[in-house]
């Protein structure tokens, strides 16, 4: 039985995709539970997340030890985890079926090494769209500016894109732009627009996190006093994506827009991504329950879904008071903080950060492979 509070959240608008996915819970019934259950509709994954999966236990040793001695490390990451993400897709496929291709997507994401090279980035795509063979996998790629022209021709292409690591509403105008335009060269080649979806993954909590600590600093030096400090704290993640959907809304309307919707385009998503509460002072369900809205999706991992699940409460958010988060973000600018400053800095640390998870998983990968007695081969 759906459990109330997370059906309320769907009922709402928005989508509940899980951020996390390894082997067991594909096969033991507990996605399946998951689906039923936690009214999920969707699954996130990325290198940070593959790299926990496969140090844990020994779900992938027999195919592990089913490489060749020709197999490198990457083509044994993109087996292990083209495996998953096919299951998964498998199980969400009722739920594709059911919305008409609106929902049930599972992400794979590509290679941390391709962020600033766009035909690296639609080539790879390509390759992993292939490699999934299946119509609910969406490919994440960076939301950099190499990774929005990459979007461009892979919505021209009909391959379902989730563009990730978004933190400033200017990249995610850039990413809008991307999307519309490759599917304007769709409709012009004569392909159906339907066919292909798109999110673009909004990162809320990581903001709050840089700047509560810049304006703790600015305290600690004297610069700003604890009161103002704590006053502006906690406020600028959810302020900021809610101008993003601001501007969602007002870039999926319009002639412009009619014309595409027309011919049955979907507009492209925003989705909530690094939705965890970081700081224990605050609400544990904060960035879940400040974004509730129509055509939105969340995705929570493990810990968060089932704090909601327990506590969260639900309501229209997301454009409620926008001349508050206007104010809020004022503030932070008046007092020297510059929010592009911050937003190019998390960009480039979410880029770091899972070039990192991937080299650590090809490493891991390695190790595995030669316990087992299968060392792999160099390069990819």
């Known amino acids: 039985m759906p459990a109330p509070r997370l059906q309320a959240l769907h009922d709402a608008g928005q989508s509940l995709w899980l951020d996390y996915i390894d082997r067991p819970m594909l096969h033991n019934g507990e996605l399946e539970r998951r689906i039923r259950d936690d009214v999920l509709t969707g ?8 790299e926990k999966a496969l140090a844990q236990g020994t779900a992938y040793d027999a195919q592990v030890a089913e490489l060749t001695a020709a197999t490198s ?16 897709c498998d199980l969400f496929r009722p739920v594709y079926d059911a919305t008409s291709g609106a929902d049930g997507y599972v992400s794979l994401e590509v290679s941390p090494n391709v962020a600033n090279d766009a035909a690296g980035t639609v080539r790879e795509a390509r390759h992993l769209w292939a490699l999934v063979d299946r119509p609910n996998v969406m490919i994440k790629v960076p939301g950099t500016e190499a990774g929005c022209e990459a979007l461009r021709q892979l919505i021209a292409d009909g391959i379902n894109v989730n563009v990730t690591l978004l933190f400033a509403v200017g990249a ?33 909590s990581r903001v709050d996190t840089e700047i509560d600590k810049r304006l703790d600093a600015m305290a600690a ?25 601001r501007l969602f809304t007002e870039q999926f309307a319009g002639p412009r827009w009619a014309a595409l919707a027309a011919g049955g385009a979907r507009v492209q998503r925003p989705l909530w991504a690094s939705t965890s509460t970081k ?23 493990p810990a968060t879904l089932e704090a909601f699940r327990d506590h ?12 508050a988060s206007e104010r809020a973000l004022a503030a932070v600018e008046a007092k020297g903080l510059s929010l592009r400053q911050v ?13 990192k998870s991937f080299d650590t998983l090809l490493a891991g990968l390695e190790a595995k492979a030669a316990a087992l007695g299968r060392p792999v081969a160099a390069g990819r």
């Open 279 to 301: 700081n224990p002072s605050y609400r544990d369900v904060i960035y879940v329950e400040e974004l509730v809205g129509p055509q939105t999706v969340n995705t929570l991992p």
């Open 43 to 50: 699954m996130t994954s990325n290198p940070a997340i593959f």
């Open 172 to 204: 995610y105008a850039r990413v809008i732009e991307g999307y519309l335009a490759g599917l304007e060269a769709r409709a012009r080649a004569g392909a159906p627009l339907g066919a292909v979806a798109s999110v673009a993954s909004f990162f809320v």
């Open 343 to 355: 937003t190019d800095q998390l960009l480039g640390e979410g880029l770091a950060a899972f070039q």
């Open 73 to 88: 490390a990457w083509q044994l990451f993109e087996a292990l985890a083209s495996t998953d993400v096919r299951a998964a």
């Open 221 to 245: 030096a004297g610069s700003l006093s604890a009161a103002d400090a704590a006053a502006l704290k906690g406020k600028a993640a959810v302020a900021n994506a809610k101008l993003a959907y």
């Open 312 to 323: 969260g409460e639900t309501r229209r958010t997301i454009d409620a008071d926008l001349a």
